[in-house]
């Protein structure tokens, strides 16, 4: 049985993908300093598995609490989550974004020739793509600048692995997300808002729930079918099998390959009005929205072409719209009584 290092397991991604790696017969550990999650998910990970994940609480930037780790446990492949993910705070504090998300990758990088670990899977992001004309985009549509630090980091981070892998031993998948909505079906496990929600499907929430009286709809003339941004949504879930699946097809040998990239997405663009009228049609809960000015750094539409992802890792999306809402609105009931 292979023993995966969980980076960020406490959080939303990273605690959907332990469920999966349990659930398909690997044993993992988690480490989160709690930056930016609780334990609480790991109870949820329980309540689905019967399994008591181990966190080691602590921060990635430091080295020798890294080391510690790898000296105690015999790792066979590192799934990287941990990260700041806000795109609105990185534009306030940069420096904090590109000291935590690449200072804990360089480490884990170290780490996998100091320990010999020869699997490592890095969360990467759409948000690499920066503003792209030709839709949808694969994996060799050319980067353009990123629109916020938080992108920069997952380009960057990506560039880092990139040089390294060239020096390196281990394989590295690095899994682009596109727009990870919704929560685990059973309703025990999803995404806890740290801070003030800024991405579409958490904001339709507050909304339904009425801690937010009304969901601006950032640009309403746009050339798209209905003048709003069109966006990829993934159900988190299906990002999560996407891991499962990429480590797998690390452990191949006949893939000489050590550095690959795959788009996470359906494939299928889907606007700001649809998402919130699927919202409304599954739910039966009406959205207080109203039509504003385009937002500062939008990308205006984008949406990936996932056929590697389905031909190389026999990857496929299961999860639609109406899907992702009615799980995500299930959790919210959930996250109720956990949020105090
Ligand atoms: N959720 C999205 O919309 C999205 C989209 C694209 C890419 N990603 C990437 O996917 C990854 C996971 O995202 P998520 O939504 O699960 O985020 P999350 O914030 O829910 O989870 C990240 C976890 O990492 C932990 N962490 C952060 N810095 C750490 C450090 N230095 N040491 C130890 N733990 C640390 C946090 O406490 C948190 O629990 C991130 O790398 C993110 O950039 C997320």
């Not at 966006?231 to 050590?258: E, G």
């Amino acid at each position: 049985m292979k023993t995966i290092l969980v980076t960020g397991g406490c959080g939303y991604i990273g605690s959907h993908t332990l469920v999966d790696l349990i659930q398909n017969g690997f044993e993992v550990i988690s480490v989160d300093n709690h930056s930016r999650s609780t334990g609480e998910l790991l109870d949820g990970v329980e309540a689905i598995t019967g399994v008591r994940v181990k966190n080691y609480k602590a921060d990635l930037c430091n080295m020798e609490a890294v080391k510690a780790i790898f000296s105690e446990n015999k790792i066979d492949g590192i799934i990287h989550f941990a990260a700041y993910k806000s795109v609105d705070e990185s534009v306030k504090e940069p420096l904090i974004y590109f000291q935590n998300n690449l200072t804990s990758l360089v480490n884990l990088l170290e780490c996998t020739k100091l320990f010999d670990v020869p699997y490592f899977v890095f969360s990467s992001s759409c948000s690499v793509y920066g503003d792209v004309e030709k839709m949808p985009v694969t994996e060799d549509t050319v980067l353009t600048e990123p629109k916020s630090p938080y992108g920069r980091t997952k380009k960057i981070g990506e560039e880092i692995i990139s040089d390294f892998a060239k020096t390196s031993a281990t394989k590295f998948i690095l899994l682009r997300y596109f727009n990870p909505v919704g929560a685990h079906p059973s309703g025990v496990i999803g995404e806890i808002p740290y801070g003030a929600p800024s991405n579409l499907v958490p904001v339709i929430m507050q909304c339904a729930i009425g801690a937010i009286p009304v969901l601006n709809v950032y640009g309403h003339e746009y050339n798209t079918r209905d003048g709003s941004c069109i966006r990829d949504f993934i159900h988190v879930c299906d990002i999560a099998t996407a891991h499962t699946l990429a480590l797998k097809k690390m452990f191949d040998s006949s893939v000489t390959d050590n550095y690959t990239i795959y788009n996470l997405g359906t494939g299928n663009g889907v606007t700001v009005l649809e998402a919130i009228s699927a919202f409304e049609k599954v739910t039966g809960v009406k959205v207080n929205y109203q039509l504003t000015a385009p937002r500062e750094g939008d990308v205006v539409a984008i949406y990936a072409n996932n056929d590697k992802a389905k031909k190389d890792l026999a990857w496929e999306p299961v999860y639609n719209i109406n899907d992702m809402m009615r799980t995500a609105w299930k959790w919210q009931g959930v996250l109720k009584g956990l949020v105090k």
